[in-house]
């Protein structure tokens, strides 16, 4: 709930709720992340939360300007390696058993790496080294409602609120994003199915993103007797990916889930989720 809404996490049925996700990206990047959730006293003081984002950006061939014939000159894979990480604190509470709030703070670091720039004099031409890196802290807020029409729930998200930062000259923020959505379990208009048994939730999701443009996602989940889960979505106005399936196994405080999406020429995103409970 910590990387989507922060106010779900006031709805973890449980004590404590680990989970472990790495996610294949495009052009070799790796994404490692994990939240840690902490209900005590049954939620009387509400849900903590933790979460860890690493990225691996993969191995770069760096080079420079050079008077040879191809005009640069290698200097190796190691010389500066890309990264960005991100550690953040989340609180959350269900302020009446409808209405739950939570949000995020969190701080978020990057680093692009090095560059060699020539400064000339009139005598000499000097190699300046420059280092890329950046930090900022960010907050994400989110509520969820219960709307009291059978199953339905509204919800509504701000993420990556930020100052401006800026590596050389240009200054931005990061990428702000603002959702709003609905959930249900579509079951309810068919009461010959039982709960116990059959869930099928599907959601609506209307994304306005600040860096590029608004899009709808569309999302169903069926699950049958709490133990397995078959999900499908669909993302309209996104032209390098749209489609995405996956499944899930639960059973005693575990769960297994993976997730794939074809991703235009870049080829599949494959997404790999491990999940522990108390």
């Known amino acids: 709930a910590l990387f989507y809404n922060p106010a779900g996490?006031?709805?973890?049925?449980?004590?404590?709720?680990?989970?472990?996700?790495?996610?294949?990206?495009?052009?070799?990047?790796?994404?490692?992340s994990g939240t840690l959730s902490l209900r005590p006293a049954e939620g009387r003081y509400g849900v903590f939360g933790l979460s860890l984002l690493n990225v691996d950006y993969g191995e770069f061939l760096w080079t420079r300007v050079a008077p040879t014939e191809q005009g640069y000159?290698?200097?190796?894979?190691?010389?500066?390696?890309?990264?960005?990480?991100?550690?953040?604190?989340?609180?959350?509470?269900?302020?009446t058993d409808r209405f739950a709030v939570g949000g995020q703070v969190k701080y978020v670091y990057q680093r692009l790496g090095k560059s060699l720039v020539p400064i000339y004099t009139e005598t000499d031409t000097l190699i300046q080294e420059n280092d890329y890196d950046l930090s900022v802290f960010a907050f994400d807020f989110g509520t969820q409602y219960k709307t009291g029409f059978k199953s339905l729930v509204f919800g509504m998200?701000?993420?990556?609120?930020?100052?401006?930062?800026?590596?050389?000259k240009e200054s931005f923020q990061l990428p702000l994003v603002f959702k709003i959505g609905l959930s249900m379990n579509a079951l309810d208009f068919f009461p010959s199915f039982s709960a116990d048994v059959h869930k099928l939730f599907v959601s609506f999701d209307a994304v306005h993103p600040r860096s590029y443009p608004e899009y709808v996602s569309y999302g169903a989940e069926y699950i049958f007797m709490d133990r397995i889960a078959l999900r499908v979505g669909y993302l309209l106005n996104r032209e390098e990916y749209n489609f995405?399936?996956?499944?899930?196994?639960?059973?005693?405080?575990?769960?297994?889930?993976?997730?794939?999406m074809p991703f235009d020429v870049f080829g599949n995103i494959n997404r790999f989720t491990v999940r522990f409970s108390l």
Not at 157 to 168: A, D, P, Q, W
């Open 73 to 95: 000159e290698d200097i190796g894979a190691d010389w500066a390696m890309p990264s960005a990480w991100m550690i953040g604190f989340g609180y959350a509470k269900e302020l």
């Open 157 to 168: 998200t701000v993420r990556n609120l930020s100052r401006e930062i800026k590596y050389e």
């Open 244 to 260: 995405t399936a996956g499944f899930g196994i639960r059973s005693f405080g575990f769960a297994l889930d993976y997730s794939y």
């Open 9 to 32: 996490m006031a709805r973890v049925p449980t004590f404590l709720d680990l989970s472990l996700n790495k996610m294949k990206w495009i052009a070799d990047i790796d994404y490692v």
